[in-house]
C-alpha cells in the first residue's frame, strides 16, 4: 500500500517490472535520468512543480525516486543505456550549485558502474530518431519488451510487442547517432568544469 502511494498506476507497473529488468534504456530530453539523479536534482524538480506539491509530497516523491536508484547495483546487474540529450547537461535546474553536482555524480556513474553506458546527442544533430520525444524502456529477464512514455498529457505504458519493438529499434538509431560513450564522458567533464 506505502508503494501504491508513491507511484501512479501505470508507473508502479513500471517500476516493478523495472527492478528485476535484464535491461534498461531511455531516451532523455529534458532532465538527467532517474537513476542517475542526485537528492538535490530530484528536490528541485519536485520543488518547482506546477501546481506546488506540499513539502511532504516533495519528500514522498525525492524517497521514491531515490529508492528507485537501487536497482542500478543489484545483483546480477542489469545492462543500462542512456542517450541524454546535450541541453539536459546545462539545465541549471536548482542552480548552478546542484547542476554541478549532478554532473560529477554522472560522471562518477559512469566510470565506476561497468553495467551502465551514457551517450549524449549533441544539440547541433540537425535530425535524429528521438525527435518525437523521450522513451523508457525495458527488456524483461524473459525477454519481453516493454516501453514508458511519459508528457502533459499523461503517461503510457507500451507492452504491445510490435509497439515496444519498434521503440527499441529507435533507440538503437538514437545510441548510433549520439556521441560515443567517451565522447559523452569528455563533454560531461568539460560542462561540469564550467564556472
Known amino acids: 500500500m506505502m508503494e501504491e502511494e508513491k507511484y501512479s498506476p501505470r508507473f508502479l507497473n513500471w517500476k516493478r517490472t523495472e527492478a528485476e529488468a535484464a535491461s534498461i534504456s531511455a531516451y532523455e530530453t529534458m532532465l538527467v535520468p532517474g537513476l542517475l539523479q542526485t537528492p538535490a536534482y530530484v528536490r528541485a524538480l519536485y520543488g518547482v512543480r506546477v501546481p506546488m506539491y506540499e513539502p511532504e ?6 524517497e521514491a525516486r531515490l529508492e528507485r536508484q537501487d536497482v542500478l547495483d543489484r545483483r546480477p546487474r542489469p545492462i ?11 539545465r541549471p535546474i536548482g542552480g548552478q550549485a546542484v547542476l554541478k553536482e549532478q554532473l560529477a555524480h554522472l560522471m562518477e556513474s559512469v566510470r565506476t558502474r561497468n553495467h ?20 523508457q524502456l525495458l527488456s524483461t ?11 502533459q498529457g499523461g503517461d503510457t505504458l507500451i507492452s504491445k510487442p510490435e509497439e515496444a ?15 560515443t560513450p567517451w565522447e559523452s564522458v569528455e563533454l560531461i567533464e568539460r560542462m561540469a568544469a564550467r564556472p
Do not use: K
Open 165 to 179: 519493438n519498434r521503440l527499441f529499434d529507435l533507440f538503437g538509431a538514437l545510441r548510433a547517432q549520439a556521441l
Open 80 to 90: 543500462v543505456s542512456y542517450v541524454i540529450e546535450e541541453s539536459v547537461l546545462s
Open 57 to 62: 509530497e516533495i519528500d514522498r516523491h525525492v
Open 141 to 151: 529477464r524473459e525477454g519481453r519488451n516493454l516501453g514508458y512514455t511519459a508528457g
Open 116 to 135: 551502465l553506458t551514457v551517450q549524449v546527442m549533441p544539440t547541433e544533430r540537425a535530425v535524429h530518431a528521438g525527435l518525437m520525444g523521450p522513451m
